[in-house]
């Protein structure tokens, strides 16, 4: 008896994170999915309660109210903006129309480990790119035969490593590239940079038809649960991803947090200058125990264990033992290493002890 076909490349998708079963009751420090620990705006919570009494409802036509709220904030054309259920909708949408069946979408090895699977579900082939240090490396890109290529994918900063290249590199990337290769760039952590290159990245899409960056709400904003994205193109690409949308891209009660948040710039900023603090003290922390701590322009620090002894698996396993959920990664090149999202202040000292503790006595 013959059975529904998936499409082939669907079967190649693997885990790319080790997710064991959550506890009940939950974890009492969750740092394992860069969520932003100081959550959302005061007003954003009131809004989203208001918005609880109309969950009935459907709102038509949202990027009139929400593309035009960032079209302002950010200085942008208004018909070059899209809207989605996260990034990770957008993303998955401009794979889906710009990746042709039994083409290649190039990515840095160790860049996003979700994108293999957007090319994949398209029919496409994700093709991995030699990187130093889990940091894109813009001349392996240019020494690939770009022939059979359709996208580049770049995420900068990087996930799960938190390293980035300046603007110069990516736009000597765009430089060389054929104009029919869309390149695009994930800016999920912009806002944590110490000095972003947001303006140079917006000039450089709007002089180019085959660029575009995606944006989102999930992380300084507070708003991961809420699944807001957006997205910054051509006009004929912004097209595009708009006829592959879903009718009603985001939930009534995303749409109304979303253009409050946008609103309150000052909690923004109390979230930037709490995380850069806090990431400067835990680098210098878990550096002096002799961890290595790959420079990060995110929320989150990449901490690489000793191969022989006092594993990240070990690690992984103390902290999960005592209440503290971190992150580690199917990946073999990910195996020595855990993520951590830069939590509160009782957060991040309660694991640095754990991991201290660790690190002293062994598993």
């Known amino acids: 008896m013959k059975h529904p076909t998936p499409n082939p490349g669907i079967k190649q998708i693997?885990?790319?994170?080790?997710?064991?079963?959550?506890?009940?009751p939950p974890p009492m420090i969750r740092l394992d999915s860069n969520e932003n620990?100081?959550?959302?705006?005061?007003?954003?919570?009131?809004?989203?309660?208001?918005?609880s009494f109309e969950n009935e409802r459907y709102i038509p036509n949202q990027h009139r109210f929400l593309v035009p709220a960032l079209a302002e904030r950010f200085g942008l054309d208004p018909d070059r903006v899209a809207i989605g259920c996260?990034?990770?909708?957008?993303?998955a949408r401009l794979v889906r129309c710009y990746l042709g069946r039994g083409r290649q979408l190039l990515r840095s090895q160790n860049s996003y480990l979700k994108t293999p699977r957007y090319a994949l579900s398209a029919g496409g082939e994700p093709?991995?790119?030699?990187?130093q240090d889990f940091t894109v490396v813009v001349d392996n890109f240019l020494a690939r035969n770009l022939d059979t290529v359709d996208i580049i994918y770049l995420a900068n900063p990087d996930n799960p490593s938190g390293t980035m290249i300046p603007f110069s590199e990516i736009k000597r990337l765009h430089t060389?590239?054929?104009?029919?290769i869309l390149l695009i760039v994930d800016c999920a952590y912009e806002e944590?940079?110490?000095e972003g290159c947001f303006e140079q990245l917006r000039g450089l899409v709007e002089a180019s038809p085959n660029v575009v960056f995606t944006r989102t709400f999930s992380k300084v904003y507070g708003l991961a649960g809420a699944r807001i994205?957006?997205?910054y193109s051509s006009r004929e690409v912004q097209d595009i991803i708009n006829k592959a949308s879903l009718t009603f891209p985001l939930s009534s009660a995303s749409l109304r947090m979303a253009l409050v948040a946008l609103e309150d710039q000052s909690h923004v900023n109390w979230v930037k200058s709490h995380n850069r603090k806090t990431r400067v003290k835990f680098t210098s922390a878990f550096e002096k125990m002799g961890l290595r701590v790959y420079p990060s322009q995110t929320n989150f620090l990449l901490l690489e264990f000793p191969r022989q002894g006092n594993s990240a698996m070990e690690a992984e396993l103390y902290l999960r033992?005592?209440?503290?959920?971190?992150?580690?990664f199917a990946s073999k090149n990910y195996e020595s290493t855990l993520r951590i999202t830069l939590g509160l202040q009782n957060q991040m000292d309660l694991t640095a002890g754990y991991l201290q503790e660790f690190l002293e006595q062994g598993y």
């Open 86 to 91: 996260g990034s990770d909708d957008l993303l």
């Open 229 to 231: 994205g957006w997205s």
């Open 192 to 194: 944590y940079i110490d």
């Open 14 to 24: 693997a885990a790319h994170m080790i997710d064991p079963d959550m506890a009940w």
């Open 127 to 131: 093709i991995p790119v030699e990187d």
């Open 321 to 328: 033992q005592r209440g503290v959920w971190v992150r580690r």
């Open 176 to 180: 060389n590239i054929p104009s029919r």
């Open 37 to 51: 620990a100081l959550g959302a705006s005061p007003h954003v919570i009131n809004t989203a309660k208001m918005s």
